[in-house]
């Protein structure tokens, strides 16, 4: 429960839509993303109605109203908590030594495929079903590039690349390139398939030797 009320508040990852409030708002809040969580578990996004959650979650709509303004926005609390197991996965990446900053790339991939397969909610929701609501396709864009930078930070940490004016967009079309095949292994597959994946690693290798060579020095 503790998480989803981190997930539900987080300001680093979306500040807009979340905002502090009471004890028993945050514990009403957390319940509301919980038990979207058990439903997601049970089918798929499009299945589940904000009255769906109120009524499971016992808690009447007008008082649900004050803490999330529609079922998207629920929904985005749950990809907060999958974005925050993301983000945990790739700081642990500074603790380990890598050969190479393709090998970097890769593992970062794996953790993302590995975050994503923990819960089934995650998959169904990240890559099964699209927002409709602008407010919140604007807030996950902000999100992903967040994660691309967080990714792009790491591998400046631990190599020496070549300076380009232009690395966050270069970073955040890298990580569209993983993502948009993880989706469409998902969304043919219905899971990540051992493939699919290589794909991915390769195809946002290959993307990045546009800008850097083969092999870079490890910064000492």
Same mark, same amino acid.
């Given at each position: 429960m503790d998480k989803l009320v981190d997930a539900s508040l987080s300001p680093d990852l979306a500040s807009r839509p979340f905002k502090f409030t009471s004890k028993q708002g945050r514990n009403?809040?957390?319940?509301?993303?919980?038990?979207?969580? !058990?439903? @997601?578990? %049970?089918?798929?996004? &499009? !299945?589940?109605?904000?009255?769906? #959650?109120?009524?499971?979650?016992? #808690?009447?709509?007008?008082?649900?109203?004050?803490?999330?303004?529609?079922? &998207?926005?629920?929904?985005h609390g749950i990809r907060l908590l999958h974005s925050e197991g993301v983000v945990e996965k790739l700081i642990a990446l500074k603790n380990q030594n890598f050969r190479t900053w393709k090998e970097y790339i890769e593992k970062s991939i794996d953790v993302a495929v590995e975050v994503t397969n923990s819960e089934i909610a995650f998959p169904r929701l990240i890559y099964g079903y699209r927002m409709s609501h602008p407010e919140m396709r604007l807030v996950g864009q902000e999100l992903?590039?967040?994660?691309?930078? @967080? $990714? /792009? &930070?790491?591998? =400046?940490?631990k190599f020496e690349l070549n300076h380009l004016? $232009? @690395?966050?967009? =270069?970073?955040?079309?890298?990580?569209? #390139?993983?993502?948009? @095949?993880? /989706?469409?292994?998902?969304?043919?597959?219905?899971?990540f398939t051992p493939w699919?994946?290589? %794909?991915?690693?390769?195809? $946002?290798?290959?993307y990045l030797l546009n800008y850097f060579p083969e092999d870079c020095e490890p910064r000492k």
């Open positions: 009403r809040r957390a319940q509301l993303l919980s038990i979207a969580f !058990e439903l @997601l578990r %049970e089918k798929n996004p &499009e !299945e589940i109605s904000f009255a769906d #959650i109120c009524k499971k979650a016992k #808690i009447p709509r007008p008082s649900a109203y004050h803490f999330f303004p529609n079922v &998207e926005a629920i929904f992903d590039a967040k994660l691309a930078n @967080l $990714t /792009k &930070e790491g591998l =400046v940490q004016d $232009t @690395l966050d967009r =270069v970073f955040g079309v890298a990580i569209s #390139i993983a993502d948009s @095949l993880l /989706k469409l292994s998902y969304r043919t597959y219905g899971d699919m994946v290589g %794909e991915a690693k390769k195809a $946002t290798i290959s």
